[in-house]
Every structure is written in structure tokens, then in C-alpha cells.
């Protein structure tokens, strides 16, 4: 069964406005808590194809993720594919868009997330050798929490600074507008203002030319 997301992102800039966030999620729906807390590492990539991609890979999917994979290949039009490893956990990852956003970061998108038996440079070479490139590397610090039924993440990313992500998956398309409606209303709640897709294209391209500046470093940059 293909899984749907609905993903808003809030640009916070410095901690002070992190620190406001978790308190009005608290005050917003007292049962939010921490759910977890953790490093990442996110490789992004560009070039090749799904096909390609999908017969390479394969070895190292489960049955599911291998027949979502193919579904992909077949009708994506967009895609994202990503590495991420999660403090031990190494994921392997694509984003396919559904609406007229990027499958990089846009707010309705099919999602494969598929832990894998690999170290993060051994999958990285498996998806290299199916003719992809590196279009980024990026790191990051992530709190996740679940508030009224949406998932929210506040990242402090290499190059961004503090970003918040509202998110909620839904496994039928026809929930995708109440779903969204649904991340927008906790959003109002909370005051939260989304990043317009035209600047974060901007934040985007620029730190893909500019990466190794920053991933890994506390070093950040604003575009408008």
C-alpha cells in the first residue's frame, strides 16, 4: 500500500523561537511530548533513473518496499532519492511528488522509507553505481514530537538553522486536502508561518552548490 504525505515547513532561524515552539505545542495539546531525539545524516541525489535504481537496489529492500519502488518507477514524474542514516539506523529513501510542488520539498508526496542491512557509504555506492550523482550532503539535529495528531519535527540543519515540519501520512490520495487542511490549522494555532516553496527553492539551490561549506558545521546562511 502507498503512503501519502502532507508536509508544511516553517523557517524558526535561532533557538529562542525553537524554545517558543515546544512550549506552545505543550500548551496546545498537553499529551505532546519528546518522542525522540537524535543526529541524521542526509545524502541527496540527482541523475539516473527509477528503473535502473529499482533493479540495483533490490537485493537490499523488502517485498513491500521493492513493489512501491517499481509502482514508482512506473508513474513518478518527480522523485527524490535520499540516504539518511539515523543516529545506527541507515535509511534508504525516495520522495515522488503528487501535486504541482517538488518531490525535494514539496507539501504532497508519495514516500518510500526503508530501513536497510548497509553502513551509509555502502548504500551510497550501491545508488552511485546506478548512474546517480551526489546533489548534496546535509546534516542535521532532529526532535520529533506528535501534537494533535500531526507529526512535528524542529531540525536544526547545517546552513538553514532552525526549521520546523509539520507532517501528516495518509495512506488513501483522496485524504491528501483534509490531511493539509488539518497541518494548516495546527500551524494557525501555533502561529507558525509557512517558508514559501519560491524561497525555499532559493535556500535550496543555494546550499546544493555551496554543501561543503556547511554540512557538518554549525554554520548557517539567509536567503529572502
Sequence with gaps: MQSYEVEVKALLGGPERADEIRRALRDTDPTCDLRT???????YFMGGTLQALAQAIAPHLSLGARVKLADFALHAKDFSV???????QVLFVIKASVDDTTSANGI?????????SLSLNDL???ILGAEFNY???WSREREEYLCSGVNVTLDKNAG???LAEFERVVDDPTKLTEAEAHVRALMDTLKVEELPQDRLARMFAFYNEHWPEYYGTENIFEIQ
Design 108 to 116: 504532497a508526496r508519495m514516500e518510500i522509507e526503508e530501513p536497510v
Design 160 to 162: 538553514y538553522g532552525w
Design 82 to 88: 535520499r540516504t539518511r542514516q539515523k543516529d545506527d
Design 124 to 126: 551510497d555506492e550501491i
Design 37 to 43: 531525539k537524535g543526529k541524521q545524516l542526509n545524502h
Design 135 to 137: 546533489q548534496a550532503k
